[in-house]
Nanobody, 119 residues
């Protein structure tokens, strides 16, 4: 069993920055991917960024956040972060941390943290 707890959301003005953190606990066995998803009101949940456990942690980003968001991880602490810069109103959503374990095929989700970009 894996538990994920997000933190760092809040209200920020357009052009501002936020850093989201996700603390994982439980058995996380390689290979795995840790990722951030978001869901805006009335929209489907979408992938924002992900990072693989091997090969030095290759990141992937949605086109809408490339150049503005950076995903990183601290494997020893079982943490994953999302640095969000140059935030736009369209980034407003609930952001969820996700872990996908390839051996079992299981996905685990955090409870989500609200990010609101507004003046």
């Amino acid at each position: 069993q894996v538990q994920l707890v997000e933190s760092g959301g809040g209200l920020v003005q357009p052009g501002g920055s936020l850093r989201l953190s996700c603390a994982a606990s439980g058995s996380i066995v390689t290979p795995y991917t840790m990722a951030w998803y978001r869901q805006a009101p009335g929209k489907q949940r979408e992938s924002v960024a992900s990072i693989f456990s091997a090969f030095g942690g290759i990141p992937n980003y949605a086109d809408s956040v490339k150049g503005r968001f950076t995903i990183s991880r601290d494997s020893a602490k079982k943490m994953v972060y999302l640095q969000m810069n140059s935030l736009k109103p369209e980034d407003t959503a609930v952001y969820y941390c996700n872990v996908h374990l390839y051996n079992s095929g299981f996905d685990y989700w955090g409870q989500g943290t609200q990010v609101t970009v507004s003046s």
